[in-house]
């Protein structure tokens, strides 16, 4: 039987690397969602579809976000691509999780290793659903509204919620700025996230998520990443990001 190898990533331990089969390496490869093309997702999605596995998750079309002043074209292409991938990766993960709960494989290197990627596809996933839904808007923030009377509450003013959160975004570093609102206080708090699957606060409610990974950005911007924030802030769809509000 043909065998290939997958080197699978684990924080704070030395890889492993495993052998598998041709057939099951194809159904539990977690490649970076940064490695994928269009010609790559779309082979591996059919793949699924035909071995009849589950596919409970759809990546979304987001191409309305193009011609958004200061996002180029090629930039959010990519971007769009990038966010397939973690789709694709996140079916694949939960279904080769399911098919080791079957075969009673749960205490396989394999099937931990493969637990711990879960949560980096699935919220690669849900963050940039997060970021590209809170993005086209045409204006600014309801100064009268809800999100702007919290904001106030919470940091002052506006303002200084504002120059919190673009510090927070030119950072040193590649992640994500997420202004979260405590579910039990109400009050809302800006977040640097390092990495997808940790950092996130327990019980909070996502409001406004910036990516902050180069890809978000250095098309068009190099390292100029002030320059994106602001980009960002301009095209901010506030309704949505209102809407988000408990």
């Known amino acids: 039987m043909i065998e290939n190898t997958i080197v699978i990533e684990s924080k704070g331990v030395v890889p492993k690397i495993v ?38 998750y759809t990546a979304k079309d987001y191409s309305k976000l193009i011609g958004m002043d200061g996002f180029s074209e090629t930039l959010l292409k990519n971007h769009f691509t990038l966010y397939q991938g973690y789709v694709t990766n996140t079916n694949k993960v939960l279904d080769a999780l399911e098919q080791m709960l079957k075969d009673g494989k749960t205490g396989t290197p394999e099937f931990a290793e493969l637990k711990r990627r879960l949560g980096w596809e699935f919220n690669g996933m849900r963050l940039h659903e997060y970021y590209f839904e809170n993005l086209g808007g045409k204006g600014g ?11 106030t509450e919470s940091f002052g003013s506006y303002d200084a919620w504002e120059k919190d959160f673009k510090a927070t975004g030119t950072m040193r570093g590649i992640g994500w700025v997420a202004l979260y609102q405590d579910s039990l206080s109400g009050r809302l708090i800006n977040f640097w996230i390092n990495e997808h699957d940790v950092s996130h606060p327990a ?6 998520i910036m990516d902050v990974f180069e890809h978000a950005f250095m098309l068009d911007y190099g390292l100029k990443r002030a320059d994106y924030v602001e980009a960002f802030f301009k095209n901010i769809d506030w309704k949505a990001a209102e809407e988000r509000l408990k």
Not at 39 to 48: G, M, R, Y
């Open 203 to 208: 019980g909070c409610n996502p409001i406004l």
């Open 19 to 56: 052998s598998l089969a041709r057939r099951e390496f194809l159904k539990i490869v977690c490649i970076s969602g940064a490695a994928f093309s269009t010609e790559l997702v779309k082979p591996i999605a059919a793949d699924i579809k035909k071995e009849g596995l589950a596919m409970p």
């Open 141 to 151: 923030l309801d100064k009268g509204g809800k999100l702007a009377k919290k904001l």
